[in-house]
């Protein structure tokens, strides 16, 4: 991995490596890089433990580092994807919560490390900003009754067949 200005650490329980290759083998233009081991025991691990690892998705440069269970993952930092079909949404969605995740509203599921992301079709994007505020309120609406968006729905909605 080149070194970019910037980069996100994502926190993990021991489990980076495993996430970093979920996401590698899920997301076009993602990979997985370095993985630091550790050089020795240490108070909670074993030398050869893995400490970071680095990592891409969707072109996106992060390192995963294996900092225990003192700090979670929350809704507050999440992965927008953009999608431009549904099938491409129905595939990361489907990836994410199959792998032991959790769906939840309006385009969101939490992967099974804790980590949220918004699987968002461009349709939904292009609705929300429709310059037709009664258009606009249709597609907000549809969307709002939605676990993983249905872009036939949020279509007809803009288009006020539904």
């Known amino acids: 991995m080149s070194a970019a200005p910037v980069t996100l650490c994502l926190w ?6 495993d996430a970093a290759t979920f996401y590698a083998q899920t997301f076009p233009n993602s990979t997985v ?5 550790a050089p020795s025991d240490y108070p909670d691990g074993r030398e050869g433990n893995v400490l ?3 990592f891409t998705v969707l072109g996106l440069p992060c ?9 979670r993952h929350s809704e507050a930092f999440s992965f927008q994807v953009a999608t431009d079909s549904q099938s491409e949404t129905d595939r ?10 959790q769906e939840s509203a309006c ?12 699987i968002t079709p461009r349709a ?15 597609v907000f609406e549809a969307m709002m009754t939605m676990g993983k968006i249905d872009i036939a729905a949020i279509e007809a909605a803009r288009a006020g067949a539904a």
């Open 107 to 118: 385009g969101w599921c939490k992967d099974k490390w804790g980590l949220s992301w918004q």
């Open 124 to 138: 939904l994007t292009d609705g929300m900003a429709d310059p037709d505020p009664a258009a606009r309120k249709r």
């Open 63 to 71: 390192v995963g580092l294996n900092g225990g269970p003192m700090f």
């Open 12 to 17: 993990y329980e021991g489990d980076a490596f």
């Open 52 to 54: 970071t690892v680095e």
């Open 33 to 37: 890089g370095a993985v630091m081991r």
């Open 92 to 101: 990361y969605w489907n990836a994410i919560i199959g792998n032991g995740g």
